[in-house]
């Protein structure tokens, strides 16, 4: 059974295959950010759309699918390192939350991938910030 879906929630899913697909880090996070972008628009505009449960599940299981490949990602700069930061916490931070909360591996590859930089950003925050 094909289920026939708006046009925007297809060009969404299209680009998160695209984020799956690609090697490059900052093609790989603006697929991903666009796409949810996408997604969440749809339910902005449509919050009693018939597809919720899909949108939901599709950003769960594609979250997750980008929490699995952390540790297998080879050794970022900090520029890349940062995109997939921004996309954690201002994007998906509700996904990564739940996907976490629900596969203790998934939070132990997040936990180290946020270590990479980590203490490299709050000394870049606070130098710029005059903390």
């Known amino acids: 059974?094909?289920?026939?879906?708006?046009?925007?929630?297809?060009?969404?899913?299209?680009?998160?295959?695209?984020?799956?697909?690609?090697?490059?880090?900052?093609?790989?996070?603006?697929?991903?950010?666009?796409?949810?972008?996408?997604?969440?628009?749809?339910?902005?505009?449509n919050p009693n759309s018939s597809n919720k449960k899909f949108i939901e599940n599709i950003k769960l299981t594609y979250t997750r699918k980008l929490l699995e490949q952390l540790s297998d990602l080879p050794l970022l700069d900090f520029e890349s390192w940062f995109q997939y930061i921004y996309l954690f916490y201002f994007r998906i931070k509700d996904e990564v939350e739940l996907d976490t909360k629900k596969y203790p591996n998934l939070e132990k590859n997040y936990k180290n991938f946020i270590a990479l930089y980590g203490n490299e950003l709050i000394k870049y925050l606070e130098e710029d910030l005059n903390i």
Request: no cysteine; aromatic share 8%; net charge positive.
């Open 1 to 45: 059974m094909n289920i026939k879906r708006p046009d925007d929630i297809n060009q969404a899913v299209e680009l998160l295959k695209k984020f799956e697909k690609a090697e490059d880090h900052i093609h790989r996070t603006k697929y991903f950010k666009e796409a949810v972008y996408i997604l969440n628009n749809h339910l902005s505009m």
